[in-house]
């Protein structure tokens, strides 16, 4: 495996289910994010883990738990979770030096969840 | 929080034609910008990145022009292709964090 990867690719949960997406970066990373990508809408920064200490927590509601065991895999754990909820969430890795940092994110393809 | 919009949503060029697609942003401390672009099911993929020292940067068939006076940001695509069609975003830092603040996107559509 090369890049980020991610999975499951689609996921499909009622709104009372407990499920994890899975994210893992193979480029030697040190910072790891999740991103909600909703349509016609800007990507939304979720949380943002820097040599596996979450750095950021843009107001998300707790119901999104994210986990980061090394610096290579960032999960998402969801529960109870809204129909609103449903998007891409998408995950990248970053190597951050410092601020200010001049490295690109590099993206997963993403899991498209469908709560019902 | 930050602001990165975009001018046009979509854009629909002719294959062959060159294309611009255009980004304003509204922070002045913003010192680095991607553009980034989205195949339909994929995630965003890097094109060309921008340090806010420079005014221009070229890549292969693509190029990004910064005006910092007005806060704009375009990125160029030579010669496009039905390969090109996706959608492309903007996203800014500033010299403060590793967050990237990113655009709507516009979606470019290459006419055969």
């Known amino acids: 495996e090369t890049g980020v990867t991610q999975t499951p690719r689609h996921l499909v949960m009622g709104m009372t289910n407990k499920k994890s997406l899975k994210c893992e970066q193979h480029l030697g990373h040190n910072a790891m994010y999740w991103y909600k990508q909703s349509a016609k809408k800007p990507l939304e920064l979720m949380f943002v883990y820097n040599f596996k200490e979450q750095t950021e927590n843009n107001s998300v509601p707790s119901r999104f738990s994210p986990e980061c065991p090394n610096s290579s895999h960032l999960f998402l754990h969801l529960h109870t979770l809204q129909p609103e909820d449903s998007a891409l969430y998408l995950c990248?890795?970053?190597?951050?030096?410092?601020?200010?940092?001049?490295?690109?994110?590099?993206f997963g393809p993403g899991t498209r969840l469908t709560v019902l | 929080g930050e602001s990165v919009g975009l001018h046009l949503p979509t854009l629909s060029v002719q294959e062959g034609d060159n294309s611009i697609i255009n980004c304003a942003y509204s922070n002045s401390a913003s010192d680095y910008f991607i553009w980034y672009k989205q195949e339909s099911g994929k995630g965003p993929q890097f094109i060309i990145d921008i340090r806010s020292n420079m005014d221009k940067r070229q890549g292969q068939r693509v190029t990004v022009l910064l005006n910092k006076t007005v806060k704009h940001l375009s990125l160029q695509i030579a010669a496009t292709q039905p390969g090109d069609s996706a959608v492309y975003f903007c996203a800014e830092n500033t010299p403060t964090g590793n967050q990237f603040y990113f655009g709507t996107g516009t979606s470019l559509t290459v006419i055969p």
């Open positions: 990248a890795s970053s190597q951050f030096s410092g601020s200010p940092s001049y490295n690109e994110q590099f």
